[in-house]
């Protein structure tokens, strides 16, 4: 009797978890009469340690926030490059192309934010989501903003294995951060790339955080950079890796606008409701 609640002890301290079967099992050798106690340990089955699938890997990984792009202590665009660059992908409609951002991953889905105006060219028939990662995916338009230029797609999670969905990441996003953000500040704006060329980063210098641009008809996040066709609906990150808003135009005066952050979770909010929206602390 006390070597079995010995080794029960050991086990539990050890984090293993036992199927209900294997600690009846246990339970009632407690009871066998001390003659018999050999005869039974030596029938019983080994341990049993209940196995975790892919799933509840990726899962478990969702809920510790290890599927976001890390973030640098210091400002650095090139180096917060490669670290954001896994989450902004190419939508490819027809012989068009723009890009967006994985937004959020979830246990059933994974959403892809991106401008309105992206989305008035797709089409279900010829239209795709492709990832950095090599993945190409079909999606569904999840809603549009009537407020601002912006729109999301929903991606069904049976198009991917859980070994390749655990090999994508969010943006790093947090409200905070851009309320910080000040004139003269590092940004940098990620390009989804091409069949014909590879993704890569423009850094611009942050003018205004919100500033009335009429073409727009809304206040935009406003900078000093260089932004071409095809990176519409994608990423703008500051010096760090952290998202700050989605890359929407730009002008041969090297002056670049992109929705603001808030804009972007307002108009997520409006779509999928407040209880759809997983982060933390919103």
Not at 124 to 147: C, H, M, N, R, W
Not at 159 to 178: P, V
Request: aromatic fraction near 12%; charge should be negative; include cysteine.
């Amino acid at each position: 009797m006390i070597k079995c609640v010995h080794v029960l002890f050991l086990h539990i301290r050890r984090g293993y978890a036992f199927s209900l079967a294997v600690f009846l099992a246990c339970a009632c050798y407690l009871y066998v009469p001390p003659m018999q106690a050999y005869a039974v340990q030596r029938e019983l089955p080994p341990h049993l340690i209940q196995t975790v699938g892919e799933q509840e890997i990726y899962e478990g990984l969702l809920a510790l926030d290890m599927l976001e792009c890390p973030v640098e202590e210091k400002a650095d665009c090139e180096k917060a490059y490669e670290n954001v660059k896994n989450c902004v992908v190419r939508i490819q409609m027809g012989n068009a192309h723009g890009s967006g951002i994985i937004w959020e991953l979830t246990p059933e889905r994974v959403i892809v934010a991106t401008n309105r105006h992206v989305l008035e060219y797709w089409e279900e028939t010829d239209s795709y989501v492709y990832f950095p990662q090599g993945y190409y995916t079909d999606a569904q338009i999840l809603g549009v903003s009537e407020k601002v230029d912006v729109g999301f797609l929903a991606i069904d999670n049976v198009e991917f294995t859980y070994g390749e969905l655990k090999k994508l990441r969010s943006a790093h996003i947090e409200e905070d951060i851009y309320d910080g953000l000040s004139r003269g500040d590092m940004m940098f704006m990620a390009d989804a790339g091409s069949e014909t060329q590879e993704a890569r980063f423009y850094e611009a210098v942050l003018e205004e955080r919100q500033k009335y641009i009429a073409d727009f008809g809304t206040d935009m996040l406003y900078g000093k950079g260089f932004a071409k066709a095809g990176m519409s609906g994608g990423g703008t990150f500051d010096g760090y890796g952290n998202l700050i808003g989605m890359t929407t135009g730009g002008t041969i005066q090297n002056e670049v606008a992109a929705v603001p952050l808030p804009d972007l979770v307002r108009a997520y909010e409006e779509i999928v409701g407040e209880e759809g929206w997983n982060r933390e602390g919103n």
